[in-house]
Nanobody, 126 residues
Framework: QMQLVESGGGLVQAGGSLRLSCAAS????????MGWFRQAPGTEREFVAA????????DYATSVKGRFTISRDDAKNTVYLQMNSLKPEDTAVYYC???????????????????WGQGTQVTVSS
């Protein structure tokens, strides 16, 4: 079993920045893509960004391209989401997810979510 623990959410004004982190633990000897979904009240969960195990491949939702950057640490077990130029419509609970995949691959849809974190709230005020 794999555990994913998010941190870094909070309240920020529009135009500001936040950095989310997600640390994975519990399984060794496997490779997995990691990334983020988000869910705003009354809406369905939507894909935000993903990065392959190797870090060489990334994917972003159209709504965050050019504003958000996903990255992965050298140990491969922590993923970061740098969020700049935040907008009120970015307000949501952000969930970390992981997919068991070979080192350079991502699903066409970005992530499917073999494993999930508990979520962290991001609120952007206008």
């Amino acid at each position: 079993q794999m555990q994913l623990v998010e941190s870094g959410g909070g309240l920020v004004q529009a135009g500001g920045s936040l950095r989310l982190s997600c640390a994975a633990s519990g399984r060794t000897g496997i490779t997995y893509a990691m990334g983020w979904f988000r869910q705003a009240p009354g809406t369905e969960r939507e894909f935000v960004a993903a990065v392959s195990w190797s870090g060489t491949n990334t994917d972003y939702a159209t709504s965050v391209k050019g504003r958000f950057t996903i990255s992965r640490d050298d140990a491969k077990n922590t993923v970061y989401l740098q969020m700049n130029s935040l907008k009120p419509e970015d307000t949501a609970v952000y969930y970390c997810a992981a997919d068991l995949l070979p080192p350079n691959l991502l699903y066409l849809e970005g992530l499917r979510g073999d494993y999930w974190g508990q979520g962290t709230q991001v609120t952007v005020s206008s």
